[in-house]
Structures are given as C-alpha cells and as structure tokens.
C-alpha cells in the first residue's frame, strides 16, 4: 500500500472493471429486483452539487441492494432540454451572425441534435467520475426515436378519450422564448413597484378613477367593472367610460370579483392580458383585446404613437402622456407578486394564445388515491400534504410550446378542406377529403410530456418488453421537491393511465444545498463550487460521503468546501487503519486463503445458546467464504467481544436506517463504528498484544480485526465505492470485487452484551481520566498512578478492565482497591459506582499548577463580578432586549461553573 491515500489513481481505474466485469447489469433470478431511474439531466448540462446529493443517495441505495442479492437496475438517461438546448443552440447561431429563425427548422434541427450528440458524453462521463452503477447498456435519451414513439403513443390515446383539446386560452406567456409555459414554470418574485391611480372620463360627465401596476394595458381595457351590491359605486350602473388615449367608449359592469373595499371600488378590465379580467370578459361577454405582438411589442390594436414599441417603453409612454393629459391622479410605491419563467428570468405576460391542452381531473383520481392508500409512499411525509393540495386543485396542462426543438405534436391539418387528425406517423392524406395538401402542427410538447413517461418508456414501452415486466414498478424516485408538480405527480398520473400501476412505491425528497451562509447556490452569486474541482482536490469518495451523512432526508445543508474535508480526512482514517492492519499480518507471517467476494454469505445470525467463541468462527467462515487461517489461536479478549457486539450493531442500525431511508443516520453508523469504535478503541487496545510475545493471543486478534475490518469494508462501500474497493483487492483474505460482495447482515441479539457493556464501562473510566489530566495539565508523555475504588463486589469487573484502563489511558499503573482515605494532592472523579482517584506526584508541578489556577481563579472572579453587577443594574434588565439579558445570565451560569471547577482544583492541591 502506499503510504498517502490519494484518491486520483485509484479511482479512475475501477469503473471500467466494474463495467467489464458485468457489476451494473441485473443478475438472473428472481422478480424481486430494486430499480431506480435516474432523473435524467439535461443533454447539454453539467454536474452540479444538486446532481451530487441526489445520485449518492441514489447509487448508495442501488449498491446496497445489489449486496443485498437482490437483482439491481439503476437506468441512465438524458433530457432533451427544449427550451435549455433550443437556447444554446440560437446563442450560437447568433454568434456565427446567423439568424435562427431564418435558417429554417430542419437546419436548426440538425444542429440541434449535433450540439446535443457533442455535449452527450460531458455530463454521462461526470456521472461515470463520480461513480454511479448506471447499467449504461440501457441508456436512454427522451428524444430518441423510441421515446417518441412512446410520447406519440401517449398523445394519441389521450386524444382519444377527449382528453387532449386545442382552445384560445389564456397562458403564461414567455416573451424570451415566444412560447407558451406551464403554471409550475413560473416563479412568484416580490417586487418593489409603482401602483398608478388614473381619472377616466364618464360618458355625458363625471369620472372614475382606476389603479393599475400594468399602465400599458390600458390600451386593451374593455370595460370598468363595480360590485353590485357596493354603494359607492351605485350611481355608476349602466353607464360608460370614455378609454383615455384610445377614446374607445366601454362599459360599465357589474361582477363579484371586485373588491368594493379596495381604492374607489372600481377596476379596469383588460381580458386579453389578465386571468381574473379574462374570467370577467367571459362572464360578461366583453371584447378581447390582444395588444401584444408574441416578442412583447405593441400591435395595430392601439393608437399608432404606441404601435412598435416594447412592453416595458410602452409602460413610460403611457404614464407620461396620462400626466400630460391631467389623468395621473396619484403615483403609490407598491410591493407585489409578479411572475417571472423560471427558465429564462423575464417577467411572463398573461397572453390569450391557441394551445393545446391536457385535461388532468380524470387522471389526478387515482394518483391521489395511490398516495392515500400507501401505495406510493413519501419521504419525508410532509410534502405529502403539499401533493394533495396541488392534485386536488388541478389544472389542465398546457403541453404545447412554441418550440423547434422537442417533441413535434402528432397532428395535421388538411389545407384544402380543414379537417384535423392525429397519427402516430406522417399520414398520407387527409381522411376526410383524401387530398395530401397537410400541414403539420409547428408546436412541440412540453419537455416533461416525455419526462412523465421516464419510469416505463426507458423499459420499452409501448411495447410488452421483458424488463417492463420485470422492472417495473420501479422502487424509489429520489428527487428535489421542486419538482414536485413539474414531473412527480405527473409520473404518477402517466403511470396510473398508461400501466394501472405505480410508478414507484417510494419518493425520497431531497433538500437544497446552500452555500455556508443559507443561500440557495447560484452562477451570479458566485457560491456554486465546481464538483469536478472538488472531486480533482478531495477525491468522488469523500465529496459523495459527506453530502449524505450531513444532509438529513429532505432537509437543507449548508455547504463549504471545509465540509469535504471531512469526507477526505475519513478516508485518510480508513487508509492508514488499513495499512496498519496490513503490516502486522506481513510482520506476523499470518497465511490467509483467499475466498470470492461471491462466496461470502450474508447471513450470521446468533444462535440461542451459541457459545461466541463458536460464533465468530461460524463468523468469519461467512464473512470470507473460507475457514480461519491454521495457526494458533487464543481465546477472544474482552475487547475482541466488544467489537464484535459493537460492529454486529452497527451493521443492523445500518441497515435499519438504510430501509427507513435516513441514509444520513445509515452513513454515520458506518462512520461512528469505523473511526471513533475500531480505530480509536479497538486498535489501540489491542496494541499491546500486537506489539506482545504471545502469538496466539497477536494472532487471534489480528483475524478478529481482519474480521471486523471486513465487514465495515461492506457496510461502507454504498457510501465509499472507490476507496473501499481498493482496499478489498489489497486485503490478505479476499479476492473478487466488493461490488458483488453480500451486505452484512445480522440477526437477532447482537452476541457478547455482558462483556461489551464492561469494555463499555471502561471506556467510561479512561474518558474520566482524559478530562482530568486535560483539567489540570498533565502532558501527554506523563504517566502516573490511578486507583479504581468500588465495593468488593464491583472489585472482580474492575480488575478484568484495568490493563485496558491503564493501556487506553495511558497510565503507568491501575490499581483496584475498596473505598479508603484519599492521599493528598489528588484529583478524583466518580463513574457509576466506582471513585477514581488519580495522586499528582510526578504527574504536574504543583507550585506551577497552583500559580496558573491561582491566576484563572482571580481573572474569573473579576468577570463573575463584573457580570453580576450588570444583573443588578435595573435600568439594564429593564431596557435590554429580553435575548440580551438572557444571554447575560447564561454567562454568569457558565462563568460559576468554572469557577467552582478552578476552585476544586485549587483545593485538591493542597496538602492535608
């Protein structure tokens, strides 16, 4: 082994061994197979830290079960990205001073698809450098010709039963990319702007006065509306309204959307540019005035001074010549909601466009009821009232976009007599007339009418394939519940139509990395870390370790750099604990036969009545799928029992969490039992026997180390692919991959309780002494004497501990005695029901030691007193903030302790 973990030569080499070996394919055998599919990134995208947390969540899940012996399925996949690609692609046109739109669309279209096949391999070769077991031979891309065919097959059936429409509607309404978006793509900002009040003139006299935070869209008002019932507003019924700058004459009517409390109780309406104005315009049968061309300029409907000119220039124009005029009654500041496309950050215009939609009433029904019946479960449960909410209040789907790129709608008009019809392919002619003048619709589908397909298309359908019949229902979808409405639900909704099934059984939520001051990552911000950057530093291991074991289910993590240090210094932990292992066993000549990883077993269950002497050789003989190696062996030591129970209950915690899906908790077990119980505990208690001359008892505890070492090498490898990998293929007794490796698994009471609970104890007793040769400064190379007082029938478990006390402790001797006169110039402790008394004699200088306690002595008495005064002080308690003063007596609470601490020590330094 080298003697520096460095994670850049090893973890290069092992992913196409996994791939050549067969690793990421399911295995033959039973139905009962655990699949996941990746949520496909953008084609044209990169790897992200979001990416990261989701797809170590995700391939931990997968390798778990792959080691659990069931057959495993982790599907790859792209998405076309319509709006994402189409972008880029105009971006670069405009670059080489080509026009987009002028090109044509099967130019735009061929290069399109050449900047997605060229960006392809970016984002699946980050994957592969992270190390995510995707089974690539079952990649998919959500424009490849079978998912269209998927997609056109979904269109159709829908459309068939009724369920898909075209209609003139009101949509959000993207001015950047010309094109209709859905409700769940438009973001709600708070804005900081102007409420304008504006003086119309009556008909025959009088006015009316009007605020609006849109001035340009006056010029499309058709009528004022009042509440019927409002009195202030009465002497307005049935009369009319001379539109300013238009002079168009427009009525007054009467609807109960108003509100009669808010401003005059009078309200312009504008149906073509405001969704409850467009409910008021139908309700009354109001004209609608559109005046807005798609890119956000002004059309012929208003006064030619207006006609050219964009929203926004609109906006001034308007104010000004209202002011000019004498209308401008007042200008307010006003903080409200506008929505913005949460793609392209512009402001979305309502816009009354013809569209086509998808009715989701019907298919919302039993999407709901999968939820309600546990057929699909959510983690953690409280998005799940968040889906109801949503579901049960839906609305249709607006799936056309006015896009190039994406998915084309299978359906074609007849030029020359009208009639419509839909096709899974081009048609021939026209099915009413016979003529073959048709025209195909230039809309595309939004981008997730292929996305809510994922879970089943990949598989094969429309076809009745072999892996849909297997692996589907997939198991978990691991997700940001930002997308909740977006592809969630609507998964569950496709899959409930098109299979009667589920699409999962699981949803696993994950929450928002944020940079270290609460702030969501972003490019402007600056605080996106690179992972690339971070995997070339750190290594993929520790960056995808502590993404899981510090981002609890669902929750939000705020990440720095400094957090993968915990990841990289882990490993660095896991490296030299191994090469300390791997050097005794070549010191010691220890002969081990090397067993397959696909021999192994993964059960070893405690038998009732099984002696753990019997136990750990049935142990080991499943743990490595070969007998202990020939040798001479001593029975277990009280600390080879103790890490046994300890690594058997961290094994089941792991796998309680792990089916629980707190994979965080799952991590840490792992964590905790590696570092702080094999590393910190158990290798440094059985020092002295490695460093012995007893053979059998070196011996014994190097094959229970190896053992133990083994099994933590399994529980880690879902979290730590690469380095727990390398370091298999270095162990004296394996061979094969990890990858193929069972899981450990234990059943019932984790064996040796009595004694782990008396090495428990001991470690009790040297955390004690720790704290106190810490308290009064004993250096670290200083060893002394320590007396474990206790009844005599304590005495017998204190003395089967001492050496590991005195070893652990690092003290020169431990001595076990009954409760008798302390010496002087002691310290003491009580753990449970035994004293400790540690003498000071050649441990401390004590005229020092009493000089520095001295001095601390006085300096917190003066900050005690100064403190207590402060408490005193009644114009303090009364005037400062009630946190302040909180925080004031914590201090003084915190500053007793200390010095009542100091002053014990003082005393225990005196001689009696």
Not at 110 to 123: F, L, N, P, Q, Y
């Amino acid at each position: 082994m080298d003697k520096q973990y460095d994670p850049s030569g090893l973890e290069s080499k092992w992913y196409p061994r996994w791939e050549e070996a067969g690793v990421f394919r399911p295995h033959d055998g039973t139905d009962d197979a655990f699949v996941i599919t990746l949520p496909p990134p953008n084609v044209t995208g990169i790897l992200h830290i979001g990416h990261c947390l989701g797809a170590g969540i995700m391939d931990a899940l997968v390798r778990y079960y792959r080691m659990c012996g069931r057959p495993t399925l982790f599907v790859p996949g792209t998405d076309h990205a319509s709006i994402a690609t189409e972008n880029k692609v105009a971006r670069a046109l405009e670059e080489e001073g080509k026009d987009p739109k002028t090109i044509g669309r099967e130019a735009f279209l061929e290069r399109a698809r050449k900047w997605s096949d060229d960006h392809h391999d970016v984002i699946v070769d980050q994957f592969r450098r992270y190390g995510v077991s995707l089974d690539w031979q079952r990649e998919a891309f959500t424009l490849d010709e079978p998912r269209s065919e998927a997609v056109r097959e979904a269109f159709l059936r829908l459309y068939e039963k009724g369920w898909i429409y075209r209609a003139d509607y009101m949509v959000n309404w993207s001015v950047a990319q010309q094109s209709a978006v859905s409700d769940e793509e438009v973001v709600h900002k708070e804005v900081k702007g102007k409420l304008w009040h504006f003086r119309y003139d009556l008909e025959g006299g009088g006015e009316v006065v009007v605020a609006t935070t849109r001035p340009e869209t006056m010029l499309g008002d058709t009528a004022i509306a009042i509440h019927p019932t409002a009195d202030k507003t009465a002497h307005l019924k049935r009369k009319e309204v001379i539109l300013p700058l238009v002079g168009r004459r427009i009525p007054i009517v009467e609807d109960e959307h108003v509100d009669p409390e808010f401003g005059t109780g009078c309200v312009k309406v504008t149906p073509a540019h405001d969704p409850n104005d467009y409910e008021i315009g139908k309700r009354h049968g109001l004209d609608f005035v559109n005046i807005l061309e798609p890119d956000g300029r002004l059309n012929d409907a208003v006064p030619e001074v207006y006609r050219g000119l964009d929203r926004f220039e609109a906006r001034r124009r308007v104010v000004a010549d209202m002011a000019a005029e004498g209308r401008l009654v007042k200008t307010e500041d006003h903080v409200h909601k506008v929505g913005y496309h949460d793609r392209t950050d512009t402001v979305i215009e309502p816009y009354i466009s013809k569209q086509w939609f998808l009715k989701m009433e019907e298919l919302a029904r039993p999407a709901i009821e999968a939820v309600e019946i546990g057929a699909i479960r959510m983690y953690p449960e409280r998005w799940i009232g968040v889906y109801y909410n949503w579901m049960r209040n839906i609305r249709d789907w607006c799936i056309s976009r006015q896009l190039w790129w994406g998915h084309r709608i299978p359906y074609w008009e007849c030029a020359a007599c009208g009639h419509g019809q839909v096709h899974r392919s081009e048609p021939e002619a026209c099915e009413e007339c016979g003529r073959r003048d048709l025209v195909q619709d230039p809309d595309v589908l939004d981008t997730w009418f292929s996305s809510w397909l994922w879970t089943f298309s990949p598989l094969g359908w429309p076809e009745e394939t072999e892996d849909l019949r297997r692996f589907h229902p997939t198991s978990v979808l691991v997700t940001g519940a930002d997308i909740l409405f977006f592809w969630v639900a609507r998964m569950i909704m496709a899959s409930y139509e098109f299979l009667g099934e589920p699409p999962f059984t699981e949803v696993l939520y994950t929450g928002i990395i944020r940079d270290e001051k609460g702030r969501k990552l972003s490019k402007s911000l600056g605080n996106s870390p690179d992972p690339l950057e971070l995997m070339d530093r750190y290594g993929a291991d520790a960056l995808r370790f502590v993404l899981i074991m510090l981002t609890p289910t669902g929750q939000d993590m705020n990440f720095s750099e400094e957090t993968v240090e915990t990841g990289r210094n882990f490993c660095n932990k896991i490296w030299n604990a191994t090469r300390l292992l791997w050097t005794n066993v070549e010191e010691c000549g220890l002969s081990f036969p090397s067993a397959d990883a696909k021999a192994m077993r993964r059960e070893v269950g405690v038998e009732e009545g099984e002696d753990v002497e019997e136990w750990f050789v049935r142990l080991y003989a499943r743990s490595f799928g070969a007998d202990l190696p020939e040798g001479e062996r001593s029975p277990l030591a009280l600390e080879d029992r103790w890490i046994l129970h300890r690594v058997v209950c961290a094994a089941q915690r792991l796998e309680k969490e792990l089916e629980s899906r707190r994979l965080n908790d799952a991590a840490y077990a792992g964590y905790d039992c590696f570092w702080h119980e094999f590393c910190d505990w158990y290798l440094e208690a059985i020092k002295p026997r490695l460093r012995g001359e007893d053979d059998a008892s070196r011996q014994t505890a190097l094959v229970v180390a190896l053992c133990v070492h083994n099994i933590l090498l399994r529980m880690l490898h879902p979290f730590l692919p690469y380095i727990t990998e390398e370091l298999w293929s270095l162990h004296p007794a394996t061979s094969g991959l990890i990858a193929q490796a069972p899981m450990p698994h234990f059943e019932g009471v984790a064996p040796a309780a009595e004694e782990a609970g008396l090495f428990g104890l001991a470690q009790e007793l040297v955390a004690s002494v720790r704290n106190l040769r810490s308290e009064i400064g004993v250096a670290p190379g200083k060893r002394g004497l320590l007396r474990l007082q206790a009844e005599q029938g304590r005495q017998r478990d204190l003395s089967r501990i001492s050496s590991h006390v005195e070893t652990l402790a690092k003290m020169a001797s431990v001595e076990v005695e009954g409760r008798r006169e302390r010496p002087s110039q002691c310290v003491t402790a009580v753990v449970d029901d035994v004293d400790l008394v540690m003498p000071l004699e050649g441990l401390v200088d004590l005229d020092k030691e009493r000089a520095r306690l001295g001095k601390e002595r006085d300096q917190l008495l003066g900050r005690l007193s100064a403190a207590r005064a402060k408490l005193r002080n009644e114009s303090f308690v009364s005037k400062a903030p009630e946190a302040v003063v909180a925080r004031e007596k914590e201090l003084v609470r915190e500053l007793e302790e200390t010095f009542a601490r100091v002053e014990a020590q003082l005393a225990s330094l005196e001689s009696k």
